[in-house]
């Protein structure tokens, strides 16, 4: 652990690396690509002794719980995707699920209406947490068995005792987010400053607490949050607000190896995120809607390509309000939604010439076709073992609630069931009852953590946060890369644009559409609206080609390479 000390200092005591800018997104050994350039650092560290990229991305996610507490979470969940350099695709859910006192009427006021903000902000807006547990069943089922629990938390366990220096961007976010922190002791002891003064660039964030609790994980595994002080803590918080999570909802929790959404698209094999994310089974029935196009003809954020998108985009999402939930509780008819034919007979609905107002586009009716906040991180090694994992706790830092004396936020996931048919969540999506609230149910999310294969090698790791936004991202990317031939830093941070069916609206980032290809959308239909927050998805992807990878890290955030 010397060794790890020794790194740790030097990178919190100095911002200048060992890589010049250009060096950081070229590697061969192996990469991290993650929203926070220590975290990504804490990653290779754990490569570089031996690790493999499993090893790394857990070490990744529990320092991003640290570094990025908007996102990066131990009260939160999460999916992994991974392609093994032994040839196996896996993936593994660590959703949070419902606690078991939680019902389908939770959210609505006794006139069947919906209490505003309480499946965001208050202790009844969490789901149980999976990330521990996700992160941990990762370690031990894929990591390489060379590196011990201590090693994979010690450098986050460092990281919140002794503090790091935050940057300008990040001062700035805990700034913005003091309103939510004022509403929640926990929160406000330690992410308002002592003096009560705003954070600037440069001041140390120490969290005691959250350091504790990682040192309980590192000392007991999994006991170490779901039993013994970290589980009595919680459950202490859920009974001081109101809150639902029992000490049996914790104990019960468990991650679940899933089979992987699998299809293909010009020659790639894509492995991504089955349900109860919609990601991976959107993303793939999308690229086989475009199958049936000349979308090569294309040219970038033409009028007829964001055409072509929106349109596709607008039955996919119809068939995710309808069809898709927890397929533990809800017949998801997934090989109807991924199936070519299906999504040929889907195509076919579309005209190139007209937009279809959404209140005219409905799921496809089930029939016999057989066939802004979350966190992505991609890891790859050196054997080429591939990982893609996206975690949340839904909206930057979560229901903004810190359960006292454990240190780190609670998610607010529960807001991505459907509170009541019909009425859309914070991404503005609606569900009926495949996403309904059930006891010990998952709730519906959208990321979409993907790799691609070429040759059954792995070729693109991706993933990105935003919520609703995150599938046509992850989209948008592929497409940059495999149809319009940009390199992977290119791919991750040029203009996007968005579109979920309802509302039915072509979400837009400035800059992404001229007025000319603006005027050209509206002349068919379509109705333009500039993104609120400025930007669609923040995707963080690593390229491998020849065996050289190759770092995307969006320019939207403060996204960062570190690769050796
Ligand atoms: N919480 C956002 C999602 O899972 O889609």
């Known amino acids: ?30 990469m991290v690509v993650s929203a926070s350039e220590l975290a990504s650092q804490v990653g290779v560290e754990i490569m570089k002794n031996g690790g493999n990229a499993i090893d790394a991305a857990v070490a990744t996610g529990f320092a991003l719980a640290v570094t990025y507490p908007q996102a990066g ?25 419902a606690p078991k006192n939680a019902d389908r009427d939770m959210f609505l006021d006794r006139n069947g209406n919906v209490i505003k903000d309480m499946s965001l902000y208050t202790h009844r807006a ?63 002891a330690i992410f308002i400053r002592q003096d009560q003064k705003s954070w600037e660039e440069g001041d140390l964030l120490v969290q005691k607490d959250l350091a504790k609790t990682l040192r309980h994980i590192a000392e007991y595994g999994i006991n170490g949050f779901y039993s013994g002080e970290t589980a009595k803590l919680i459950v202490e918080e ?5 809150g639902l999570i029992t000490i049996a909802d914790l104990q ?27 990601g991976g089974i959107l993303l793939i029935q999308m690229l086989n809607m475009l199958e049936n196009f000349s979308i090569d003809s294309l040219s970038f954020n033409s009028p007829e390509y964001i055409h072509l998108l929106t349109e596709i985009e607008r039955l996919a999402y119809a068939d995710r309000a309808e069809h898709l939930g927890d397929s533990d509780y809800w017949p998801v008819p997934f090989e109807m939604l991924t199936s070519k034919e299906y999504a040929k007979a889907r195509a076919e609905k579309i005209s190139l010439e007209k937009a279809t107002p959404s209140g005219e586009v409905f799921a496809g009716k089930q029939t016999t076709y057989e066939s802004m906040e979350t966190t992505h991180y991609s890891v790859v090694d050196k054997d080429l073992n591939a990982v893609s994992i996206t975690t949340t706790i839904n909206t930057s830092f979560g229901s903004g609630k810190v359960v006292d004396g454990a240190g780190f936020f609670l998610n607010n996931e529960m807001d991505d069931f459907s509170a009541k048919p019909g009425v859309p969540n914070i991404f503005g999506l609606i569900g009926n009852e495949a996403n309904a609230i059930a006891p010990n149910k998952r709730p519906l999310s959208s990321m979409t953590p993907t790799v691609l294969l070429k040759n059954n090698k792995p070729f693109l790791i991706l993933g990105s946060p935003g919520g609703s936004t995150i599938i046509t991202t992850v989209l948008q990317v592929i497409l940059n890369i495999i149809e319009h031939d940009m390199n992977i830093s290119k791919a991750v941070s040029s203009p996007r644009t968005h579109s979920q069916w309802l509302p039915d609206q072509i979400t837009i980032e400035k800059d992404a ?26 995707a963080n992807c690593i390229l491998i080609e020849n065996g050289k990878f190759f770092g995307g890290a969006d320019s939207r955030s403060e996204n960062s390479v570190v690769g050796y």
Request: cysteine-free; aromatic content about 8%; hydrophobic content about 40%.
């Open 126 to 188: 969490s789901g149980v947490p999976g990330s521990v547990a996700g992160l941990i069943e990762a370690w031990k089922k894929f990591g390489s068995g060379k590196i011990t629990p201590r090693q994979l938390l010690e450098p986050a366990i460092i990281l919140a005792e002794k503090g790091f220096t935050i940057s300008e961007r990040f001062a700035a976010t805990l700034n913005n987010y003091r309103n939510l922190f004022e509403q929640d002791q926990g929160a406000a």
């Open 252 to 278: 019960n929790y468990r991650p679940i190896i899933r089979n992987i959404a699998k299809g293909t698209y010009k020659g790639s094999d894509i492995i991504s995120m089955g349900p109860p994310s919609s």
């Open 1 to 30: 652990m010397r060794a790890t000390l020794k790194y740790l200092f030097a990178i919190i005591v100095s911002t200048s690396f060992l890589f010049t800018q250009t060096d950081k997104n070229f590697a061969k050994n192996g």
């Open 238 to 242: 859920m009974n001081r607000h109101n």
């Open 73 to 97: 979470n131990i009260g939160g969940g999460g999916f992994l995707v991974a392609h093994l350099a032994d040839g196996r695709n896996i993936s593994i859910d660590f959703r949070e699920t």
């Open 513 to 538: 559409l001229s007025a000319e290809v603006i005027a050209a959308l509206e002349n068919k239909g379509h109705i333009i609206k500039l993104d609120k927050d400025g930007k669609i998805g923040s």
